[in-house]
């Protein structure tokens, strides 16, 4: 495999963007075995070139150029960006194929998205209408994100799910409508409580271990206290206290 030396500082150039965008298919996709690969085949890096030209025109006023530009790029990739997107460094689409990217949304640094995402609108409102995407955020086959909405940084985005709330920084959404199965190393529960997960393949350390006992020990405690103070007031009160009232004999 040819090598690509990592950027260690901003890249400037167009040039030295390419060269980034190389490197990084390189870093995510063990698939890609030589610069030529991606050169020729890989449709999200034709994708992203063309979304850059596209986006040059579209922000120094020339429209309709840009959008013929964003046309003739989902001709050749089936992977539709609009010009006014805006895109952060190190974006990889996987394979591509049924990718849209909506006017007004934005993406953060390091985001990687698979065939079939769309990044879409849920009004006719001309103002901010698609999602906001954090850094490094992954969102994986299928997935759909839609209206202005904001997935925080390092989440993911299950296969076929339909995301349509916004969500905090390493959340895991999975389902339709999206729902947060984990945010970070905590599982959430069906109550939507968050629980450190001990049955995750990765060796739990022993401080993970012990918060995970006493988050599971406070919600017992939490349903037992609810259960208590809705007791009917009719239960006979404890010994002491009917001592006290006079009503032992
Ligand atoms: C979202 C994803 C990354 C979560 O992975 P994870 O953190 O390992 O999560 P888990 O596998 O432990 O799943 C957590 C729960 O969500 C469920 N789940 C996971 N992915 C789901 C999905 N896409 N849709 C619905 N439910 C899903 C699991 O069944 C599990 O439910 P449970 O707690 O009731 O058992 C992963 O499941 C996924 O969707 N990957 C897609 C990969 C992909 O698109 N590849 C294509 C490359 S071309």
Redesign the pocket.
């Known amino acids: 495999m040819s090598e690509i030396p990592a950027l260690s500082t901003a890249p400037t150039t167009a040039w030295a963007r390419i060269r980034e965008d190389v490197q990084t298919i390189f870093e995510r996709d063990p698939a890609a075995r030589s610069i030529w690969d991606i050169l020729l085949a890989y449709p999200g890096f034709h994708a992203l070139q063309l979304y850059r030209v596209s986006h040059w025109l579209w922000t120094h006023g020339f429209l309709t150029l840009g959008r013929f530009i964003s046309h003739v790029g989902r001709f050749l990739t089936g992977i539709e960006i609009h010009p006014g997107a805006t895109i952060g460094r190190r974006f990889f689409i ?2 591509g194929m049924a990718v849209v990217i909506g006017e007004t949304a934005e993406i953060g640094d390091d985001v990687t998205i ?2 079939g995402v769309t990044l879409g609108g849920t009004s006719t409102h001309p103002g901010k209408r698609h999602p906001t995407i954090g850094d490094s955020v ?1 969102i ?3 997935a759909k994100v839609l209206g202005p909405i904001t997935v925080g940084r390092h989440s ?6 339909v995301l349509v709330m916004s969500v905090p920084d390493h959340s ?4 339709i409508p999206g729902k947060v ?2 945010t970070g190393g905590l ?1 959430h529960t069906e109550t939507g409580k968050a629980v450190i997960d001990l049955d ?1 393949s990765d060796l739990p350390d022993p401080v993970t271990r012990a918060l995970g006992a006493l988050l599971e020990r406070i919600e017992v405690l939490e349903k037992r206290l609810g259960e208590s103070t809705a007791a009917p007031a009719s239960e006979p009160a404890p010994p002491i206290l009917r001592k006290a009232s006079g009503e032992d004999h």
Do not use: K, N
């Open positions: 996987d394979h698979y065939q992954q994986f086959s299928g993911r985005i299950g296969a076929g799910s895991t959404v999975v389902g199965v984990r599982r995750s």
